[in-house]
């Protein structure tokens, strides 16, 4: 058996990011950049008032109050057409372009229109208030957004504001799913005394799409070896082939002996891991693949370990600085044995605002539904020591949300 960071690595070294593709800027929320993006244009454009107001000379407004003719009206999205001389104002509306001549901006609120053509103002302004300067947010050429980054609602928006109707994004991976096992059917299907609902494929299908792939379910394959290499066909043109199921020792464990058939390259086989220590990773025909355990928490567990940086390094993003965070324990934990174990727990913040980890007294690799209430994994090293309620893990959480804003 091999460490899990071992086998993580091997898993992941041939792979690279996919081609680019452009899409419409409508359809890019949660794509990743292929390349940068400039600005196409400087924002503002020129110098406008962050306010409603009234453009002025800030000398002109410096012993208050101070009486001024009002020259003309700007609203946003046009000009004065004209210079603002001593003693002059014009009113202006937020976004408005400022005139030439006036360097500062007084607010509505500070100044009274005694009679129509003339703004008496009550608070004197300092040169450079209440005005935007030209490229404040960003200038022509600059870049807003980097190529690996995954595009989130503000990140849109900044494109569309960079005046960017398309961008250049990694095409997303196709990832090819195969089910395994005589005693499984698909749900809604008639389930035999002697069966059980599939659930790894499905549940495999909608992290893949979580993660920004695009899965194609290849069915059931019976355990037998021609049924085997017919669905492992399916995978012909995916950029990552997942199985589920039949990666063990069992007699009727035939995934790797198929495959074989098909010109599988056997990387490795077995991990210390926990639950997840049958899984085998490869290439067929060029395309990577995993083999999964057929256990459904198992199978998904192994999914977020190794199929999500799998999916996540041929989108081309960057590997997170530290993939788990630390919680404090609500109960002891026994020491552990040369696996490295991920317990499926509930996870809190205490009074005291610290994560506090709950880990599920019952942790069969069968039992999904402790897997769809718990909130994170804790982690346990291989021969890690008793842990004493309090004492400090690493966890893996589980995402809420992929489209953060």
């Not at 107001?53 to 003309?72: F, N, T, W």
């Not at 195969?178 to 909608?206: H, R």
């Not at 695009?214 to 399916?234: N, Q, Y």
């Not at 355990?293 to 977020?304: A, E, H, R």
Request: net charge neutral.
């Amino acid at each position: 058996m091999i460490p899990v960071a071992e086998a993580l690595a091997r898993l992941l070294e041939p792979l690279r990011p996919l081609a680019a593709e452009q899409v419409a800027l409508t359809n890019a929320l949660g794509r990743v950049l292929a390349e940068d993006v400039a600005a196409r244009r400087t924002q503002p454009p020129a110098a406008v008032s962050a306010m409603d107001g009234y453009a002025v000379r800030a000398a002109d407004a410096a012993q208050i109050p101070a009486r001024l003719a009002v020259v003309g009206s700007i609203p946003a999205g046009q000009a004065l057409g004209r210079a603002i001389g001593p003693g002059e104002a014009a009113r202006i509306f937020t976004g408005a372009p400022v005139p030439e001549g006036a360097d500062a901006i007084v607010l509505q609120e500070d100044a009274e229109r005694p009679e129509l053509g003339t703004v008496i103002i009550r608070e004197a302004p300092s040169p450079g208030r209440h005005i935007r300067p030209a490229g404040l947010d960003f200038r022509c050429g600059e870049v807003g957004l980097a190529s690996g980054r995954l595009l989130t609602a503000r990140d849109i928006g900044l494109a569309a504001a960079m005046n960017h109707p398309w961008l250049w994004v990694r095409r997303r991976p196709r990832v090819a799913i195969l089910a395994t096992g005589d005693e499984i059917v698909m749900p809604g299907e008639p389930v035999g005394p002697n069966q059980i609902v599939s659930s790894n494929a499905l549940a495999l299908a909608a992290l893949v799409t979580a993660c920004g792939g695009v899965p194609t379910l290849l069915g059931i394959a019976h355990d037998d070896r021609a049924s085997l290499e017919r669905a492992a066909a399916g995978a012909a043109g995916a950029d990552l082939f997942v199985t589920t199921g039949g990666a063990s020792v069992g007699e009727h464990d035939l995934v790797r002996e198929a495959l074989a058939g098909a010109g599988l390259a056997l990387d490795f086989w077995k991990i210390a891991m926990r639950p997840g220590k049958p899984l085998m990773v490869g290439n067929v025909h060029g395309t990577r693949l995993i083999g999964l355990p057929g256990n459904p928490v198992s199978s998904l567990v192994c999914g977020l370990v190794f199929v999500k940086p799998a999916v996540e390094r041929l989108l081309g993003l960057a590997p997170p600085a530290e993939t788990s965070e630390m919680a404090r324990l609500a109960m002891p934990l026994p020491a552990n044995d040369g696996r490295q174990d991920y317990l499926r727990a509930e996870c809190r913040r205490g009074a005291d605002g610290m994560l506090e980890a709950s880990p599920f007294a019952r942790q069969d690799s069968s039992m999904l539904s402790t897997l769809a209430r718990a909130h994170c994994l804790v982690i346990r090293p291989p021969l890690a020591p008793a842990a004493p309620a309090g004492s400090s893990v690493p966890i893996l959480r589980f995402a809420v949300d992929r489209f953060a804003i």
